[in-house]
């Protein structure tokens, strides 16, 4: 049995996004749809999708 998995919830635990895992930003074993989500938002920067707040 193959399972395709075709979208997947962004690492960030405050984030909302979903991203396709082939064009997700990938650290520490996880999928984030930003690299301010990956690097935790070190900067204090959002992900700056629409509709989303995260802050980290």
Do not use: L, W, Y
Not at 23 to 50: I, L, T, Y
């Amino acid at each position: 049995m193959t399972v395709n998995v075709e979208m997947v919830k962004c690492g960030c635990a405050d984030c909302v996004c979903i991203v396709t895992p082939g064009k997700a930003v990938e650290a520490e074993g996880r999928s984030f749809c930003s690299d301010s989500c990956a690097q935790h938002h070190a900067d204090g920067d959002g992900c700056e999708h629409a509709g989303c707040a995260c802050h980290g």
